[in-house]
């Protein structure tokens, strides 16, 4: 269990025709930071993609992952490497309950972000340390919802409740006030190492951690093509699935399309290839 006694965060039951994603302003910001490179160390979980798993490409950072490393691990300490845009809430919490589970020491190195649902998996470390230029995010619950107005009002008070468990979280790590933590979420907060610990969300300044060096010109053309047609993408409404089905669609990912009746939401999207070609062409100029 926690090193700190840190409460088990409140779990939900997935709601049909939603999906959870980073907003979309986040992403596009996180399309021009450079990519964090896996060291290889042992008895160390590094989490450099979104939270949860994009069916079309493989990758995202799940649950089932996660605890699998852990079952390697053992009763080891482990050190958490964070950089992520954050993604699906309900995968960051049960990786969050995974790691507030975990018998030995939990450290958590914020090596670039820890933004949205991976803000939530950093307040499971025993201790956080974030590294110079580095970042925590914090928001209200975000998500897309395809439904009638019944559904929609529905998702509307679930969204209450997402809210205040994410609240339970931070509180427990942090020892804020509620008020003080919503005030935080409502207004998308970003925070520098030092915001971050004077209001308990890290615990270290370590200048030992170098946050993903580079810039856009010398990162993997694909990779940031993808990143940056993405973030379009989310800006102009479309859920992380159904992006990833229109990039699959265009032969941005090698990855074979996975059936949309698996998802109503990508189903019922109405997902107009042709536009977004267009879209992506004007992004192009």
Do not use: C
Request: glycine share 8%; proline share 4%.
């Amino acid at each position: 269990m926690s090193l700190r006694n840190l409460p088990e965060a409140k779990t939900f039951q997935r709601p049909k025709n939603f999906q959870f994603d980073a907003p979309s302003d986040v992403l596009a910001r996180w399309a021009e930071t450079p990519f964090a490179a896996d060291d290889g160390e042992e008895n160390t979980i590094s989490m450099y993609d979104f939270i949860g798993e994009d069916f079309w490409t493989g990758g995202g950072v799940t649950a089932n992952r996660i605890r699998a490393a852990l079952q390697k691990i053992g009763k080891n300490d482990v050190v958490v490497k964070l950089n992520s845009p954050g993604g699906d809430m309900f995968e960051g919490i049960a990786i969050y309950n995974l790691l507030r589970e975990h018998p030995a020491k939990v450290t958590v190195k914020v090596m670039g972000w820890a933004a949205s649902a991976a803000s939530i998996i950093a307040m499971a470390g025993d201790e956080i340390k974030m590294g110079l230029g580095t970042f925590m995010m914090v928001h209200n619950a975000w998500g897309m919802v395809i439904g009638n107005k019944h559904e929609m009002r529905e998702v509307a008070a679930m969204f209450d409740g997402f809210d205040s468990a994410i609240v339970d979280i931070y509180e427990a790590r942090t020892g804020m006030n509620r008020k003080g933590i919503e005030a935080l979420m409502d207004a998308e907060t970003f925070m520098g190492p030092t915001e971050a610990i004077d209001r308990g969300f890290a615990d270290v300044l370590d200048e030992g951690i170098e946050p993903p060096s580079g810039d856009a010109k010398n990162m993997d053309r694909a990779l940031m093509a993808r990143r940056q047609t993405e973030a379009a993408l989310a800006r102009a409404g479309f859920s992380r699935e159904v992006r990833s089905e229109m990039l699959s669609e265009m032969g941005v990912t090698s990855a074979a399309p996975r059936d949309a009746s698996r998802n109503p939401a990508a189903r019922d999207a109405g997902v107009d290839i042709a536009a977004i070609q267009r879209l992506i062409e004007t992004i192009k100029t």
